[in-house]
């Protein structure tokens, strides 16, 4: 099934446009052409919903956008790199607030990731030999997974409270660890409760994935070392972390770009203005371009977080797959 | 293998802590739902002081929830069966075929998964307002345009799962369905797709949960009338006084239908994972 023609001629080719030609030729084409067809919905949507708004968004970033010239963006005047250097201007406010939100975004990332990789795969390797009980504690587990992110995270927020929530009636009332109820949704506590949240919602994930990672270990190792007489913590260290290596990979890849993108979990815990010690960056660049209107900025900023995830993404996967042929899709 | 004592102990306190802080919320949720609204203003209570179903009958009337309900399902529920079909096609031609731009196709799709949303939120609406503008199809406030976005956020995993998944259907299999005189898509409908139930399952349910809780577009695209969920559950917050009780009301209905979908059909999730993503 190797295509060896030049495939342009596929792709230009409309399903029907080849039909007066001899019968053969139209199989051979339609050969040709039958990938870039199976491809095309996904290519156009793609292109429409990422491609193209990212390379517009790139655009942008170097163009004066404010509110006046919304309606057209195409007459807002070019900017070229201002919009940058005031983004990078670690002196001026903007530039420092947007320092400052990388730095917390940073925190929030490690503490977050590590947090959520270290609970899923606890879980998944407690859970990986049959108990009673186990099918009915994955699904429990699974549960925070599942919940629409602004009904989990609403509920959190309520359980936050300074007044009527439950975070301070255990820690006040019950157990008088504070002199006063705290605050949890503004101030420096902040970080914390999105840090709880964020944890919360994320680890089943990591336990998901660990635990499809685990099936696939064969039990034969497990047999082969207790034969040899590897004792439990001398078989997770031998056979199960380094089979889940690959399965690691590409799953603290995967959480770290989520949990440094994540906009929902902080906008329905905050509301539109997270305060400073939760100041995610994506929540951060929201509010730059529609609080304050400056779209142009706004779009400097996001292009400068892609160019980031980038850099830390190329150096992560040649880091980890160094001596490891890069699978293959 | 006769796990040791220490063991099966330490498995139990792990576990035990660990179910508590998942389901605690969701006790807050069903308690407080059923709470009148004096113990969800006031101090915090354990257990109601008295169990009303109140919030369940107010929170249709304050805030136009039925309304909301209906946009997502319709939302949720389109963006689903087209990314699905969309990435079966795809993931076929992945996994079947060789051609020039193959990789540059994956690869690419693959790195939209890191675009920060923010990056393409603005340029997003632009767009769509200019289609509007352009062919009079009302892409911006409309359900199609939150359709066309929520389904292709949902495509690049859905398509990369499937790709996993369809190469360990083996081709055989294809090639003779193929001899039996059908078509390529015909081999696909009749052999591939019946034999990758669990990983189609497991994409349709992360492409129905990933419409039905977004929230970043859904607040800036949609209007009254195509208003989901996700934006018409903060509803009940801006007023001077929230009814927790409400929200929380609210809140266990709006997470039912993935909830339940979600417990019911987990199994083939694990299933479609072990075989597509994690080879």
Known sequence: ?329 | MAAPRSFVWSRRIFLTLLTGFVLLPVYVMLSSSLKPLEDVSGKFRWLPSGLTIRPYIDIWSTVPLAKYFVNSLIVAGAATVLSVVIAIFAAYGVSRYRFRGKRLFTVTVLSTQMFPGILFLLPLFLIYVNIGNATGIALFGSRIGLILTYLTFSLPFSIWMLIGYFESVPRDLDEAAMVDGNGPLGALFRVVVPAAVPGIVAVAVYAFMTAWGEVLFASVMTNDTTRTLAVGLQGYATQNDVYWNQVMAASLVVSVPVVAGFLLLQRYLVAGLTAGAVK
């Not at chain 1, 400073?276 to 209107?293: C, G, M, R």
């Open chain 1, 1 to 329: 099934m190797t295509v060896t023609a030049e495939p342009a001629v596929g792709k230009e080719a409309p399903p029907g446009a080849t039909a007066p030609a001899p019968r053969r030729r139209t199989g051979r084409v339609r050969r040709i052409a039958l990938p870039y067809l199976l491809l095309l919905p996904a290519l156009l949507l793609e292109l429409l919903v990422h491609l193209v708004p990212m390379v517009i968004g790139i655009v942008m970033s170097f163009k004066e956008l404010t509110q006046f010239y919304i309606r057209d963006w195409g007459a807002a005047p070019w900017a070229g790199l201002d919009n940058y250097s005031l983004s990078v201007d670690f002196d001026a406010p903007i530039g420092k607030a947007l320092l400052h939100s990388f730095f917390v975004t940073c925190a929030f990332t490690v503490l977050s990731v590590g947090l959520c990789w270290l609970l899923g795969t606890t879980a998944a390797v407690y859970m990986q030999e049959n108990f009673r009980g186990r099918g009915f504690l994955r699904a429990v587990f699974l549960v925070p997974y599942a919940l629409p992110v602004y009904a989990a995270v609403i509920t959190w927020a309520f359980m936050f409270q300074r007044d009527n929530g439950l975070v301070n009636h255990v820690l006040h009332d019950q157990l008088g660890l504070t002199d006063s109820p705290s605050f949890w949704l503004i101030g420096d506590n902040s970080f914390i409760a999105l840090l709880v949240v964020s944890v919360w919602k994320g680890w089943p994930f990591a336990f998901l994935i660990v635990m499809a990672g685990l099936q696939n270990i064969p039990k034969e190792l497990y047999e082969a070392a207790s034969i040899d007489g590897a004792g439990m913590l001398q078989q997770l260290r031998r056979i199960t972390l380094p089979s889940l290596r690959p399965v690691n990979q590409v799953l603290v890849l995967v959480l770290f770009l989520w949990t440094f993108n994540d906009f929902n979990t902080p906008y329905v815990l905050f509301g539109k203005a997270a305060p400073e010690a939760a100041d995610l960056i994506s929540i951060h660049i929201y509010q730059s371009s529609f609080v304050t209107w400056n779209f142009g900025t706004g779009s400097a900023m996001s292009v400068l977080l892609l160019l980031f995830l980038l850099v830390v993404t190329g150096v992560y996967l040649a880091l980890t797959s160094r001596g490891r042929k890069a699978a293959d899709v």
